[in-house]
């Protein structure tokens, strides 16, 4: 192996499905592992660790799946779970099952593992365990969060949260390599609803976020349903895309005319007309869940998940800004 290859990569995954005679109903609800791959002078040494959350340790205690927050529920279903509020209650003090994503803070020293949560978990790289919740040193609100982060050329981190209040609002922020848990506003906008998000795209100059064709419903995930039931795909509408200028936080919002859910979002470059160019992976079909993909009867019977007629396509979008 050549030298530059020296060095840390870390995976993250879901690695247990049930506890007990309980069967978790989506891949998402996993109990997490952290992975390390160490490379050194041509060897590579692998350690792989469950996630010590406080949830695994709960569920293992109780030997049965215990409320939380689900996609899916579980197989036999949970009883607790369908007592307005348990799941939530539960979520407060056991919510750490935090593994889709690994990264690290701008001050190369803080790494976390992230969801669409708005707070981010925070490990240890070399002993692969949790040490609790971020704890942000601003007061910026937020319910939700994105799980995928970007990083402009000089380090500098630049994501955005979703807020419900009075209005619904998405805050755009930077962290400065300097001060890693203070995020610094950029600028903020309203949306007609609480505008779930997973990824965005990123220049040097602006940041590219959807407003997809999607509502969440807050009350029905108090009252006990699984998550995949809280989203609820809005079949007649389009998606929006707001581009925001780092400079000043100024928008410009464009219609994309299109029913397209879009969950990674790849290159984002100003083409040589000067028009803005964003390219993602989209859904495209608004009679089919992309979020059902991962569930387990899907996953378990491979002709009904290929079969599944999800749209999905790679999409270039271009804006004249």
């Not at 692998?46 to 109780?62: H, I, Y």
């Not at 309203?190 to 407003?211: K, P």
């Not at 869940?289 to 599944?308: E, H, M, Q, S």
């Amino acid at each position: 192996m050549p030298g530059w290859m020296d060095g840390s990569f870390y995976t993250s995954g879901a690695s247990q499905f049930e506890m007990n005679d309980v069967k978790l109903g989506c891949a998402g609800d996993g109990f997490g592992r952290f992975n390390r791959f160490q490379i050194d002078n041509g060897q590579v040494h692998f350690t792989s660790k469950m996630l010590n959350s406080k949830w695994l340790k709960l569920c293992q205690t109780e030997k049965d799946i215990e409320p939380n927050l689900l996609f899916e529920e579980t197989d036999p279903p949970r009883v607790r779970s369908k007592i307005p509020g348990m799941n939530m209650y539960y979520a407060t003090k056991y919510g750490d099952n935090i593994w889709i994503q690994l990264s690290q803070l701008p001050d190369k020293k803080t790494f976390i593992s992230t969801t669409d949560q708005a707070v981010p978990l925070l490990m240890d790289p070399e002993s692969l365990g949790q040490l609790g919740m971020l704890k942000w040193e601003d007061d910026i609100a937020c319910v939700m969060g994105i799980t995928h982060t970007k990083y402009l050329k000089d380090g500098t981190l630049i994501s955005y949260c979703q807020n419900k209040g009075l209005e619904n609002t998405i805050n755009v922020f930077k962290i400065d390599p300097a001060t890693p848990l203070k995020r610094e506003p950029i600028g903020s906008f309203t949306t007609e609803r609480l505008a779930y998000g997973h990824s965005f795209g990123l220049t040097e100059e602006y940041i590219i976020i959807f407003e997809q064709p999607i509502s969440f419903d807050f009350l029905g995930m108090a009252d006990g349903k699984p998550m995949m039931e809280d989203l609820v795909l809005k079949e007649t509408e389009t998606t929006k895309i707001h581009v925001m200028t780092l400079k000043d936080g100024t928008i410009q919002s464009f219609d994309t005319e299109l029913w397209s859910i879009n969950m990674h979002i790849g290159n984002s470059y100003i083409d040589t007309d000067g028009s803005l160019v964003v390219e993602s992976q989209t859904y495209e079909n608004p009679k089919e869940d992309p979020f059902a993909i991962v569930g387990f009867d899907k996953l378990n019977d491979i002709t009904r998940l290929v079969k599944t007629p999800l749209g999905s396509k790679f999409r270039k979008y271009s804006m004249n800004l």
